[in-house]
């Protein structure tokens, strides 16, 4: 009963438990999955009826500039840049993270000193920013070289172009330091691009207090943007003007209704655009982002390690001895907002989790993965989801 | 007072009629830019709500598998494949139509034989088209030629590797001769990618029988998505095997939830997909879709032709001769589903139109451009745009 407790003590000094409103969330359940799709913000259904409705329906194509369509790429990056620490004017919002982050790493490639021939990438990221990075080094004509987090400063050196890197490891959890990696980085000559996709949201990134080059992210965890929202790509200012992008659709051209043959990319953030923007999803995007008005992202990284904490906590309390291991470090300087255990019989332990109105996910082969997202999850939901795991155990 | 009457004669023996009441239209307006924007399908903000209030909201992360998310970008390509004359399993939506025009045309690049260094885009091109063909020759070694439609046969040769062609002009609503031009690239030992933006819905393109190699098309023109909804990629199925993407994202994985290092590309279609799929945009369109149930592409081409050969007629009998120049060529071969007039102050006679309640749009410099979408449009429409095209003039 200790923890019971002590989960409505800390939920009654949470200075975020209000923030929990503005979502829509099933009765009951405790989801733990926002690390993987965010939860429906109240406003996004309204905001979509009001966008189709009346924007498509009635105003038809004179929306693209009077209800601001055709700018809500650069608008809506201004308004996840305080979220991840940049000045606006430097990220634009389109298409999937797969695609930003070949934008993202050709572009790094071709800002480099020519000489340079090799591509660091993290062996431990999530699949698709592997694949992506091999394609981007085979069209560049550079070697892509996989290494562990741990081994970057080792493989750095004078043939480094461009290293790309998870902020926070999808499986484990693990946050790395971006601060010095990048300082290292940049120590040898080369640029840094990290995907935010597991801390944007969840802790303070400092993109532009680190000095990072380039970086992308999703928006569809932390973000709570709706089922594969639209990613971002952020493009360091003092970099976008020899940003040279390998997707230069026209869009982000410097006059895209000139429909001249030559490209001449636009200034800023917008030369990271390409096609016509998705509306729908892009301005579902929008409205979820007003669940971050007033909220300062120290105070949701400080209740986004009580979270952690107080799981552990609690999981030590009620999970016998030696059935679950530990993925995620223990240390607050290496964890993001999510708990990785592992167990042998991790799929079958989630499906009746799951059964049971606890809903984390299973990764391939033998990891429990709990996410917790600050804005809707609170203690209480942290002790349920320790017993009800400890009872399915 | 003939072409009023006229038009109520064509109005009440047209069959397609019916299907305006599947749409919803501001009252009393006559929208001749479904070539830009197609007007929204009554069914779409129900089914917003639903995938938005119900699927996110209440199923969350389980509506991956159970609300059909997943598999969203290859059975709603199946839902289009009718409409553009292919066999299922060959089409996948997803990404903007310049995202698809980079996979598609570096894919023909490296279907082509090795030795050939030479790819042709249409000089005449929507822009983008031959901004991203030059960022795809250029990433893969290969030199852009830029020729206008009427000048491919002359430039195919042994250095051909691969040809990107727009099905129709964006602008002068020709509608080039996809067989023959297919026939003569394949003659010539090249690939054949056609931009079907401009004709997809429109009147029939014949993929699968004409022997095109790949092609892609935006969906928010005449198959009525919404804006800037996913655009789609044919990958020909005797070429799937050995098409190789420039954007090996995760979901075009064989395995995508293995989660290895190695990217092994998926069989058929799914292999053309990237990033995560952006769902409310990709449901949406699916709903859209419906408004095609029962629908015979050739007698929506039927319609066409009548619908732009009566503004012609009506054009011909309202405005002053020399006053516009037509712009479309006559003939019905080869012409597409629109109108283009030319006058020195179209964007200023446009402008009146659309204060007068008929929206049509206007290209730099001097272009009115008129579409006409055989499932919303009557003739009654077609009648009355001609008769305040006269009274702006």
Known sequence: MFHVKRAAELDAADELAKQRALFSLPEGLVYLDGNSLGALPRAVPGRLQDVAGREWGELLIRSWDESGWWTAPERIGDRIAPLVGAAAGQIVVGDSTSVNVFKA???AIRLADDGRDEVLVDATTFPTDGYI????????????????????LGALGPRTAAVLLNHVDYRSGRLHDLP???????????????????????????????????????????????PGSPAYLYVAARHQERFDSPLPGWTGH???????????????????????PDILSMLALESSLDVWEGVDVASVRAKSLALTDFFLE???????????????????????????????????VMKALIARGVVGDFRHPDVLRFGFTPLYVGFGDVERAARVLAEVL
Chains 1, 2 share one sequence.
């Open 105 to 107: 790493l050709v572009g």
């Open 133 to 152: 990075a091999e394609s981007a080094a085979r069209m560049t004509g550079r070697t892509l070289r996989p290494v562990c987090p741990e081994e970057v």
């Open 180 to 226: 010095s990696l990048t300082a290292a980085i940049h120590a040898a000559g080369a640029l840094a691009v990290w995907d935010l996709c597991h801390s944007a949201g969840a802790l303070p990134v400092g993109l532009d207090e680190h000095g990072v080059d380039l970086a992308v992210g999703c928006t569809y965890k932390y973000l709570n943007g709706g």
């Open 254 to 276: 410097a006059n895209p209704f000139g429909m001249t043959p030559e490209y001449a990319p636009a200034d800023g953030a917008v030369r990271g655009r390409v096609g016509t």
């Open 314 to 348: 609690c999981v030590q309390a009620y999970v016998p001895e030696g059935r679950l291991e530990l993925v995620t470090p223990l240390a607050h300087a290496e964890r993001g907002s999510q708990v990785a255990l592992r167990c042998d019989d991790a799929g079958e």
